[in-house]
């Protein structure tokens, strides 16, 4: 089943900072996260695997909380560059690599 | 590297036409997936494969067949093209969990 993301868009000013949220209804064993430019392809920010780890990636991180089995992923200072579409893509073990990614959530990010 | 190449950009197929998506990977990646992406629905998985010779359904497999003959090649293969179809399809590659994503093939079917 597709993972529920929320907020569907987010408008944001420079520097500000932003949350996005991602929940399964199933078990997962890792959440992928993922950033895609109008017109480009997705380009991989960061994987979390079950345990609760925390990960960063510049100004990015995320978080994962298996037994509620969601996922959040943190804009800190957000910057122009940061615009795009976030999906989350949700793992079950031993699957592969084999996601399910949720609908996004439009960025925007405004000077 | 020109990492994950997908020919041709754009398609225009009339209704029951075939064509082949074709999918190249120079990274040595087992892992291949194809996807097909509509407005405000996310990615969804067509099919997936974790070797040459080795190919699996994802989750929106009708209408379109897979062959895994290489490492390098992962074509797309749609029968009997119907409008439903419209979509732009990524193909991906991975050696474990970063995919890889080439940069689309917009399939227009009327």
């Known amino acids: 089943q597709q993972p529920v993301q929320s907020p569907q868009a987010v408008i944001l000013r420079e520097g500000e900072d932003a949350v996005i949220n991602c929940s399964s209804s199933?078990?997962?064993?890792?959440v992928h996260w993922y950033r895609q430019k109008h017109g480009e392809a997705p380009v991989f920010l960061m994987i979390?695997?079950?345990?609760?780890e925390q990960k960063g990636h510049d100004k990015i991180s995320a978080s994962f909380n298996e037994k509620k089995q969601q996922s959040s992923l943190y804009l800190t200072a957000s910057q122009l560059s940061y615009s795009g579409t976030y999906f989350c893509g949700t793992e079950i073990g031993g699957s592969n690599y084999k996601l399910t990614f949720g609908k996004g959530t439009l960025l925007t990010v405004n000077p | 590297n020109a990492g994950v190449t997908q020919t041709p950009k754009f398609r225009i197929l009339k209704i029951g036409q075939s064509m082949t998506l074709q999918c190249t990977q120079d990274?040595?990646?087992?892992?291949m997936y194809w996807y097909r992406q509509d407005p405000g629905m996310g990615l969804k998985l067509i099919y997936y494969s974790v070797g040459a010779g080795i190919t699996d359904k994802g989750e929106v497999p009708n209408g379109y067949n897979v062959s895994r003959s290489t490492t390098e090649d992962f074509p797309l293969r749609l029968e009997l093209a119907a409008p439903s179809q419209t979509s732009v399809y990524f193909c991906?590659?991975?050696?474990?969990?970063?995919?890889?994503f080439g940069p689309g093939t917009r399939l227009t079917v009327t």
């Open positions: 979390l695997l079950k345990g609760g």
């Open positions: 199933k078990a997962l064993y890792s």
């Open positions: 991906a590659s991975s050696y474990q969990a970063e995919q890889y």
């Open positions: 990274m040595n990646h087992n892992y």
